[in-house]
Nanobody
Framework: QVQLVESGGGSVQAGGSLRLSCAASGYTERRYCMAWFRQVQGKEREGVAYIDTDGSTSYADSVKGRFTISKGYAKNTLYLQMNSLKPEDTAMYYC??????????????????????WGEGTQVTVSS
């Protein structure tokens, strides 16, 4: 049973930083794509960043230059370092892993429907 558990959310003032973590249990294929999404209540969930099978990364335009996605080497953990936070970054943040059985081990992207495993989310609140 694969589980993703996010942590590291909280409240911070604009300009501050947070580091989100996503611990993957039962998900041993750390080379696979993993991603961070976020959702503001009442709005659609949007892709924030993903890390591809070859380690390359991609970001939403709104977070480029401020957020960094990475994987831990000691254990199967995904991180999102968020710097220069803005009030518009306020959202619930989710980590996700794709349905590799359906889309293959080499797929990666922001298409939400292709992600099968989701964490419960961690709330990030940025005040002005």
């Amino acid at each position: 049973q694969v589980q993703l558990v996010e942590s590291g959310g909280g409240s911070v003032q604009a300009g501050g930083s947070l580091r989100l973590s996503c611990a993957a249990s039962g998900y041993t294929e750390r080379r696979y794509c993993m991603a961070w999404f976020r959702q503001v209540q009442g709005k659609e969930r949007e892709g924030v960043a993903y890390i591809d099978t070859d380690g390359s990364t991609s970001y939403a335009d709104s977070v480029k230059g401020r957020f960094t996605i990475s994987k831990g080497y000691a254990k199967n953990t995904l991180y999102l370092q968020m710097n220069s936070l803005k009030p518009e970054d306020t959202a619930m943040y989710y980590c996700a892993a794709p349905n590799v059985g359906l889309y293959g081990v080499s797929w990666c992207g922001f298409e939400e429907e292709k992600f099968r495993i989701w964490g419960e989310g961690t709330q990030v609140t940025v005040s002005s």
